[in-house]
């Protein structure tokens, strides 16, 4: 926008309303800002640079600060996140957002397709395919346009209100465009791109926090912070792929329609979605879908096939937790062969000895992957793992990596020997026992440090006490260092702060 008008200068302390002039450029600045996002995160075509939507966007905090019945709802300044909430309300969907079924191969494809038209009582039903995002399904609820309400699928009839945490991603429009209904619900996948995805756990493990496993994790991690302005920093990222409840109006005749209506709206839409008459025709919908599944910035796991008449879905309706009229064909699991570095073992809190794998750094699924479990003592022998060896790893889903077993290309030295799982614990040395009647192998000593440091860990997180810094860095420093010996020592620790801050990364 070159005829940009100059910033107006206001008085912070204010407190008188705000004049016409100040509230026509509130409007002005949030239509020109809602507009540079909507190009450069939606449309991929930029107007202004950085710098620009940096000025408005500052100006436009300054006069809603000053003059705070200016701020709404649509304000792009929401995005920016607000002060943390003390937990998830719980939202009832008023229209369950049930699960899909899944076939794996043709054969089931096939089935499935068949069983839809018998129900039917049709030869054909045209369908249309789609690419299935592993992310967090979501569903916005919009009123008179603007959006209203965020909530998590949840059991599929109950989900979380994560409203303030999807306000921050840029790619979710807070107001719609045009004619929209009353009210209006959009479902979606929330996911965080695998270009973001490494950069993100380089900071949570400088700041001595847990990884994430894979970038749908790191997406459920970030939408569930209960602090809002935390997942503003977070780079999230959606597409809508269906209508949810449609108030007082003609609604479209099919998916393909309703696709063309959210993106007039301002909905964002994956561009990749075929139409198939056949089943033949999905199966060539899958091959190209699996293709170019590396090439993608985010994680897919197969490809969602729909029925494209909507009347049809209606008619077809539900069985059990399952829609009749879709189906996700799911691709394997992605496999990729490298090198076994190194096995270790992790104590836990309950003293239990889990093997890992220091792996040669490989690429799996869009995703590297340097490590793997590799479950327990028999797990090991079963595959006969050895460090040097060159093996298969595999991903799938939310699943840790693992190893699949030993590649065909693999030539071991003469001097390779089977690996030997420590008779003591690797952190105090004491003996470790296995019983009969399970596959995991315990360190029995009570005084162990490593279990210790774990129940720390587990004793400070969101599951249990939810103690914000206190993480796997911390839980290991302040043990050692000699600030904690039980759990107690935790709440004297203010009295020893000026120790505290000259440890390393510990900050104030």
């Given at each position: 926008?070159?005829?940009?008008?100059?910033?107006?200068?206001?008085?912070?302390?204010?407190?008188?309303?705000a004049s016409d002039e100040v509230i026509r450029r509130a409007a002005q600045l949030r239509v020109e800002i809602n507009r540079a996002n909507t190009l450069y995160y939606i449309e991929n075509a930029p107007e202004i640079d950085d710098a620009e939507w940096d000025a408005r966007m500052q100006e436009l905090l300054a006069l809603e600060a000053t003059y705070p019945e200016l701020q709404t709802s649509d304000s792009p300044t929401q995005r920016i996140g607000s002060a943390p909430a003390s937990?998830?309300?719980?939202?009832?969907?008023?229209?369950?957002?049930?699960?899909?079924?899944?076939?794996?191969?043709?054969?089931?494809?096939?089935?499935?397709?068949?069983?839809?038209?018998?129900?039917?009582?049709?030869?054909?039903?045209?369908?249309?395919?789609?690419?299935?995002?592993?992310?967090?399904?979501?569903?916005?609820?919009?009123?008179?346009?603007?959006?209203?309400?965020?909530?998590?699928?949840?059991?599929?009839?109950?989900?979380?209100?994560?409203?303030?945490?999807?306000?921050?991603?840029?790619?979710?429009?807070?107001?719609?465009?045009?004619?929209?209904?009353?009210?209006?619900?959009?479902?979606?996948?929330?996911f965080l791109p695998n270009s973001k995805f490494a950069s993100l756990n380089l900071e949570r493990e400088q700041a001595g926090l847990p990884v994430y496993v894979n970038p749908r994790n790191s997406a459920s991690g970030s939408l569930r912070q209960l602090d809002s302005t935390e997942t503003?920093?977070?780079?999230?990222?959606?597409?809508?792929?269906?209508?949810?409840?449609?108030?007082?109006?003609?609604?479209?005749?099919?998916?393909?329609?309703?696709?063309?209506?959210?993106?007039?709206?301002?909905?964002?839409?994956?561009?990749?979605?075929?139409?198939?008459?056949?089943?033949?025709?999905?199966?060539?919908?899958?091959?190209?879908?699996?293709?170019?599944?590396?090439?993608?910035?985010?994680?897919?796991?197969?490809?969602?096939?729909?029925?494209?008449?909507?009347?049809?879905?209606?008619?077809?309706?539900?069985?059990?937790?399952?829609?009749?009229?879709?189906?996700?064909?799911?691709?394997?699991?992605?496999?990729?062969?490298?090198?076994?570095?190194?096995?270790?073992?992790?104590?836990?809190?309950?003293?239990?000895?889990?093997?890992?794998?220091?792996?040669?750094?490989?690429?799996?699924?869009?995703?590297?992957?340097?490590?793997?479990?590799?479950?327990?003592?028999?797990?090991?022998?079963?595959?006969?793992?050895?460090?040097?060896?060159?093996?298969?790893?595999?991903?799938?889903?939310?699943?840790?990596?693992?190893?699949?077993?030993?590649?065909?290309?693999?030539?071991?030295?003469?001097?390779?020997?089977?690996?030997?799982?420590?008779?003591?614990?690797?952190?105090?040395?004491?003996?470790?026992?296995?019983?009969?009647?399970?596959?995991?192998?315990?360190?029995?000593?009570?005084?162990?440090?490593?279990?210790?440091?774990?129940?720390?860990?587990?004793?400070?997180?969101?599951?249990?006490?939810?103690?914000?810094?206190?993480?796997?860095?911390?839980?290991?420093?302040?043990?050692?260092?000699?600030?904690?010996?039980?759990?107690?020592?935790?709440?004297?620790?203010?009295?020893?702060?000026?120790?505290?801050?000259?440890?390393?990364?510990?900050?104030?």
């Open positions: 926008v070159s005829d940009q008008e100059p910033p107006l200068h206001i008085q912070s302390n204010s407190v008188s309303s937990g998830f309300e719980e939202v009832i969907h008023r229209l369950p957002m049930l699960s899909l079924g899944n076939v794996f191969d043709e054969a089931g494809l096939r089935d499935w397709y068949q069983r839809t038209l018998d129900f039917l009582e049709i030869d054909h039903a045209p369908m249309v395919c789609e690419l299935k995002i592993d992310g967090l399904a979501i569903a916005i609820t919009y009123k008179n346009g603007v959006l209203d309400r965020a909530a998590t699928r949840g059991d599929g009839v109950r989900g979380e209100d994560v409203t303030a945490n999807v306000r921050t991603i840029r790619s979710v429009p807070l107001k719609l465009n045009g004619d929209v209904p009353p009210e209006l619900e959009l479902r979606g996948e929330v503003a920093k977070r780079p999230l990222d959606m597409y809508f792929y269906s209508l949810g409840y449609v108030e007082n109006t003609v609604e479209p005749t099919s998916h393909r329609e309703a696709l063309s209506a959210i993106k007039e709206w301002g909905g964002r839409v994956n561009e990749w979605t075929r139409k198939a008459e056949t089943v033949k025709e999905v199966m060539t919908a899958v091959a190209n879908a699996s293709v170019i599944r590396d090439t993608l910035d985010y994680g897919i796991d197969g490809v969602v096939i729909k029925i494209n008449s909507l009347v049809l879905q209606k008619r077809l309706g539900f069985i059990g937790r399952d829609p009749r009229w879709a189906v996700a064909f799911k691709f394997p699991a992605e496999q990729a062969e490298t090198t076994l570095r190194a096995i270790h073992i992790n104590v836990g809190r309950t003293g239990a000895l889990t093997p890992w794998a220091k792996l040669e750094p490989v690429m799996v699924g869009g995703v590297t992957v340097g490590r793997a479990t590799l479950h327990n003592k028999d797990e090991i022998a079963r595959k006969d793992l050895r460090e040097g060896d060159r093996v298969i790893v595999q991903r799938a889903g939310d699943v840790i990596p693992q190893i699949v077993g030993i590649s065909s290309k693999n030539r071991r030295s003469y001097t390779s020997i089977p690996y030997q799982f420590p008779n003591a614990c690797p952190s105090c040395q004491a003996i470790t026992i296995q019983t009969e009647d399970e596959a995991v192998t315990r360190c029995v000593n009570g005084a162990c440090m490593a279990q210790f440091e774990r129940l720390l860990e587990h004793y400070a997180s969101r599951g249990a006490m939810d103690i914000e810094g206190l993480g796997e860095r911390v839980s290991q420093d302040l043990p050692r260092l000699g600030f904690v010996t039980n759990i107690a020592d935790l709440y004297r620790l203010r009295d020893r702060r000026n120790d505290l801050i000259k440890i390393d990364k510990m900050g104030e």
